[in-house]
């Protein structure tokens, strides 16, 4: 029997900030939150524990949106002043050259960019 293909599409903004020596990225639309020693591996992180509580969510019959409402208004204030005040994620203001990870709705905070 061959396995069912499932698929899923989530689309949620994080903020990304670090504290002592881990990366932090927290979900905005859906409060996410996990750490990781550096950003390619906190991404890969996100994403699969963010994956993993939807499905998990479909497996118990549970809704996705209000096990994981939104964030705390404080990192939607953090990802907005981030919005304002910086470039994306891996693109640096002095050289807008394109780095290796330039994701649009992950916002840095205080100096993280590559």
């Known amino acids: 029997m061959a396995a069912k293909e499932t698929r899923a599409e989530l689309n949620i903004s994080i903020v990304v900030f670090k504290e002592q ?4 990225a927290q979900g905005l639309e859906h409060d996410i939150c996990v ?14 524990v963010a994956l993993a509580s939807y499905f998990a969510c479909i497996q118990e019959n549970l809704d996705f949106n209000k096990s994981f409402p939104p964030a705390a208004p404080a990192f939607w204030e953090m990802f907005e002043k981030a919005r304002r005040d910086g470039p994306p994620l ?3 203001s002095a050289d807008g050259g394109d780095a290796s990870i330039v994701i649009p709705q992950i916002r840095y905070i205080e100096g993280l960019a590559a």
């Open 21 to 24: 020596d881990l990366f932090v």
């Open 35 to 48: 750490q990781a020693p550096t950003i390619p591996k906190l991404l890969k992180r996100f994403e699969r």
């Open 90 to 92: 891996g693109k640096s």
